[in-house]
């Protein structure tokens, strides 16, 4: 059964279409990755998904959820949670809090009560963080502030941030941009976890082919608001129409 | 799971409790002006409760007030109403009072859902002219700009009247404040709070809702401010318009700046730091200065006030606290790497 169905959506900034009648379903439990040029409309999609844009035109259903009707503050309700592409943090706070920003939904007004008469509630509250972190590898961060650590442990604790939460659905938004290889395999390692082990299916926007290519399930190539292709990696990697688009003709050819 | 999280050491806290009380009896086994010293340290003591309120919401949240001297006076006004001409008890005034106020923050919140930085500031300044002339107007129960004769508080029918029982009755809200400051800042509200200022997108991702957080940061600041405005108008037994300047929410930012934005420890320091220097230390040097130039008795205040926050902002952005960080690393780390800068 798909887990989130995109039906006929069009996104206009007057004049400009940076959406246009995109129709796609992702599957449950699935890695599906949108790829293609810049300003094709990979972030405006997510932007739609997460109710930062208001998209004149179009559904857009998760678990039969209709998400356009909501607010940007409660789709984490529903079970989707994101990354920001130029990494939204919070520099004064320690890692653990930035982590803990994302698990405010999950700490209702009562367990803030408690929190200040009893300490047992900061250590529920933390374990929910710690937890996270130990699965991303980044334990003894959670003391250092955010503020001058190195960008890849930024862009993880990001990812913590989403993952605390405990969403439904991820979306990614270009999660090994600025990373050296060896960081991005480690990027692709996660995500292929964050996929099996917390059984999140994970909405992958990237321009790191090799990346992008070793883990997805399927491959969606926009191109000026508009599916180009679909379907699986080796399928999408041959098709002339995205070589000429997008990926370039092989050196050899 | 092991409890990783470095829980701040929390020993010296009744310790310091302990001085606070102490403090008099030791000022006036030292000192034959003790009461003016009173006097000074409760002045402190109100600011420190409102400047709390303030750093929750200009250093936390982002949303710079210029018009936290109308809260004080708002505080002030409904309470000496309350008790004096529709004699309601004083511990009833002590928790309605700052409800009152922080229901007027939460007005003057909404146009905080439109503008920020600098603009919300002007905006708050505006509230804290209208606040005055509504005071001023209303002559049957403010006595307009004549000043009004305010009773002392009577707690559990004993009557505060010395400065030494103002300064324990203030003291021990001082405290209180604190701690609820501190919890709120540490809690699920104090992380939303600075996600606002640093990034409302990671904010509204993260499931926080950016007007309710507003309305509650200006509600929550309120509180503290109606509060301090109580113990005000109550301890120093006559209120005026006078008292609530324009220049006074001025001298509350430079306060939190001073000390230190975005920590209530700082709050609390730079209410000392400069309430302490206006009272102590500018009317050692006044006469001095006023030999050298020719100038009115505000003017040094305000020059040693300015100066002070350029200092501040230039060479030491943390504030008060900030350096006291510093310093702490320093000496941690002390043989080794003593360069290391607070990061």
Known sequence: ?253 | MKDRYDHENIYWIPILIIFVFLLPLILKGISFSYKYYLFVLNLAGIYIILNVGLDLLSGFTGLVSLGHAAFLAVGAYTSAIMVDQLGVPFSLSLILSPVIVGLFGFIIGFPALRISGMYLGLTTMGFGFIVKRIIISFRDWTQGSAGLEVSSPVLFGYTIKSDLDNYYLIYTFVIVAIIIGRRIATSKIGRSFMAIRDSEQAAEASGINLSQYKMLAFFISGLFAGFAGVLFAHTSSFISTDHFDILLSIYFIIMVLVGGASSIYGAVLGSLFIVLLDNLFVPLIEDQIQLLFNTQAGDIQSLIFGLIMFLFIIFQPMGLYGMWLKMRIYWKLFPFNPRQRFT
């Open chain 1, 1 to 253: 059964m798909p887990d989130l169905i995109i039906d006929n959506l069009t996104m206009r900034f007057s004049g400009l279409v940076a959406l246009d009648e995109v129709s796609f379903s992702v599957k449950n439990n699935e890695i599906f990755s949108l790829i293609g040029p810049n300003g094709s409309g990979k972030t405006t999609l997510f932007n739609c998904i997460n109710g930062f844009n208001k998209p004149q035109n179009g559904k857009i259903y998760f678990n039969g959820d209709n998400l356009l009707g909501k607010k940007a503050h409660r789709i984490i309700h529903s079970g989707i949670s994101r990354t920001f592409q130029n990494v939204q943090n919070i520099p004064f706070m320690t890692i653990l809090d930035n982590i803990l920003l994302g698990a405010n939904s999950r700490i209702d007004a009562l367990d803030t009560l408690k929190r200040c008469v009893s300490r047992d509630q900061r250590k529920t509250e933390e374990s929910m963080a710690l937890e996270i972190m130990d699965f991303l590898g980044m334990a003894n961060y959670e003391q250092k502030f955010m503020m001058g650590q190195p960008f890849a442990i930024q862009k993880l604790a990001e990812i913590a941030r989403a993952l605390v939460s405990k969403p439904k659905l991820i979306l990614l938004d270009e999660p090994a941009a600025g990373m050296n290889d060896q960081e991005t395999r480690e990027i692709a390692n996660i995500i292929r976890d964050i996929r099996d082990e917390l059984g999140v299916t994970v909405l992958l926007v990237e321009h790191d082919m090799n990346l992008v290519m070793s883990i997805s399930d399927r491959i969606c190539v926009l191109e000026s608001g508009k599916i180009l292709a679909l379907g699986k990696p080796n399928v999408v990697k041959d098709d002339p129409k995205v070589i000429e688009s997008y990926l370039g003709e092989p050196l050899d050819a």
